[in-house]
C-alpha cells in the first residue's frame, strides 16, 4: 500500500496570503488528522476528519480550517498568513481513528516571509 | 508549558554507550506512544503502551510506562548510529484519540 502523500512539500508566502496543504490518506483509512510542528512548539494538533466531519479540534485561531472530501483526501487551509505560521505541517491517518495506529506523512513545510 | 515534558532536549553519545529518555506529565493518560522522526519524515511510531508499569521491548529500545501513567521513558542499549533521529512520546488522554505530544528528544549517535 502507498503512504500517505502531501502536497506540496515545500511552499513559500508571503504575510497575508493564504495556502491550501493537501493529504492523501493510505487507501482504506477514514481518519485524517493534521499537526503542525515548530522548532519552538513541537508537534501540536490542529484537526481530525472522519468521513468528511470534523471530529476533533485543537487550539488554533478559526485562520486554520481544513475539510475531508468524500475519498477521505483531506485539505488544510490557512488564511492571512503570519510569519509565525511557518512549520512543517504534518497530516497522519488511520483506519477509524479508535485506538490504531496513526501513519505520518513527510510534511509539507512552509516558509511565510 | 508542554502537558508532556521531554528530557533532555538534544543528547550526543558515542555508538555503543546507552542512553535513557524521560516523558513526564501531571496527567493522567489511557496510553502512550513513542514515534522516531528523521529529517524530512514524519513521525514513525514505535512502540504504544496502555497498562501502568508495562515494560515493552523492540530490539534494543526498552519502554517502560510509569505506575500511576502519568510518565514513560525510553532506554537504548549499545546505541548505533541508525537510532539517531528525534524521539516523541505521545500521550492519548481518553476515547477522543487525540494525540498530545511532548516536545521531543533530539538523540545523536556518533560512530
Known amino acids: 500500500k502507498a503512504g500517505v502523500t502531501q502536497t506540496p512539500r515545500y511552499l513559500i508566502k508571503t504575510r497575508g496570503q493564504q495556502v491550501t496543504l493537501s493529504c492523501s490518506p493510505i487507501s482504506g483509512h477514514r481518519s485524517v488528522s493534521w499537526y503542525q510542528q515548530t522548532p519552538g512548539q513541537g508537534l501540536q494538533f490542529l484537526f481530525e476528519?472522519?468521513?468528511?466531519?470534523?471530529?476533533n479540534k485543537g487550539n488554533f485561531p478559526g485562520r486554520f480550517s481544513g475539510r475531508q472530501f468524500s475519498n477521505s483526501r483531506s485539505e488544510m487551509n490557512v488564511s492571512t498568513l503570519e510569519l509565525g505560521d511557518s512549520a512543517l505541517y504534518l497530516c497522519?491517518?488511520?483506519?477509524?481513528?479508535?485506538?490504531?495506529?496513526?501513519?505520518f506523512g513527510p510534511g509539507t513545510r512552509l516558509l511565510v516571509l | 508549558t508542554q502537558l508532556l515534558e521531554q528530557s533532555p532536549q538534544f543528547l550526543s553519545i558515542q555508538e555503543g554507550e546507552n542512553l535513557t529518555v524521560y516523558c513526564n506529565s501531571s496527567?493522567?493518560?489511557?496510553?502512550l506512544q513513542w514515534y522516531r522522526q528523521e529529517p524530512g519524515e514524519g513521525p514513525v511510531l514505535l512502540v504504544t503502551?496502555?497498562?501502568?508499569?508495562e515494560v515493552k521491548k523492540l530490539k534494543r529500545l526498552t519502554f517502560q510506562f510509569g505506575d500511576a501513567r502519568k510518565d514513560s521513558s525510553l532506554h537504548i542499549t549499545a546505541a548505533q548510529p541508525g537510532d539517531t533521529g528525534l524521539y516523541l512520546c505521545?500521550?492519548?488522554?481518553?476515547?477522543?484519540?487525540?494525540?498530545?505530544f511532548g516536545g521531543g528528544t533530539r538523540v545523536l549517535v556518533k560512530p
Open positions: 496527567s493522567v493518560f489511557s496510553s
Open positions: 476528519y472522519f468521513s468528511e466531519t470534523q471530529r
Open positions: 505521545a500521550g492519548i488522554k481518553a476515547a477522543g484519540n487525540k494525540l498530545t
Open positions: 503502551v496502555v497498562t501502568g508499569g
Open positions: 497522519a491517518s488511520r483506519a477509524t481513528g479508535s485506538g490504531e495506529t496513526q501513519y
